[in-house]
């Protein structure tokens, strides 16, 4: 564990694989989890963005996305049909300045940037 950041604001987990310098870091309170092993056999690692721990001024915690969990979002996406809240953060949001579209998936986000779809989805 560490902070990151400019004032140290940013809650970091390192996954330890083998003892490596090339460590995995997951940001922003989230945790490390097992995925798989690469071709040597050792472990690796991903971060589950849904134990994220940041907050925004009003206490709210802040849904994050990526391999670190470093992309937050752009876009807050809300359906009056169905809840959009797991874990406590919003399910379904946009990152990297995309915007929300109508859903078209039930399994997931559409996201446009840049003229480019694309899906956010949480396994």
Same mark, same amino acid.
């Given at each position: !564990?560490?902070?990151?950041? %400019?004032?140290? #604001?940013?809650?970091?987990?390192?996954?330890?694989?083998? !003892?490596?310098?090339?460590?995995?870091?997951?940001?922003?309170?989230?945790?490390?989890?097992?995925?798989? =092993?690469?071709?040597?056999?050792? =472990? /690796?690692?991903?971060?589950?963005?849904? $134990? %994220? $721990?940041?907050? +925004? =001024?009003?206490? /709210?915690?802040?849904?994050?996305?990526?391999?670190?969990? /470093?992309? #937050?979002?752009?876009?807050?996406?809300?359906?009056?049909? /169905?809840?959009?809240?797991?874990?406590?953060?919003?399910?379904?949001?946009? %990152? +990297?300045?995309?915007?929300?579209?109508?859903?078209?998936?039930? +399994?997931? $986000?559409?996201? %446009?940037?840049?003229?480019?779809?694309?899906?956010?989805?949480?396994?």
């Amino acid at each position: !564990g560490g902070f990151s950041g %400019v004032q140290c #604001e940013i809650p970091v987990e390192t996954c330890l694989v083998n !003892g490596s310098i090339n460590d995995h870091v997951c940001l922003h309170g989230s945790r490390c989890v097992p995925h798989g =092993k690469d071709h040597d056999g050792n =472990k /690796q690692y991903t971060c589950d963005c849904s $134990t %994220v $721990t940041t907050t +925004n =001024k009003d206490g /709210q915690i802040i849904p994050y996305a990526g391999e670190f969990c /470093q992309y #937050e979002p752009t876009a807050i996406c809300m359906w009056d049909d /169905q809840n959009t809240i797991e874990y406590g953060v919003s399910a379904h949001f946009c %990152v +990297n300045d995309g915007h929300c579209k109508t859903r078209q998936d039930p +399994n997931g $986000t559409v996201c %446009v940037t840049n003229q480019i779809a694309y899906f956010l989805k949480f396994s």
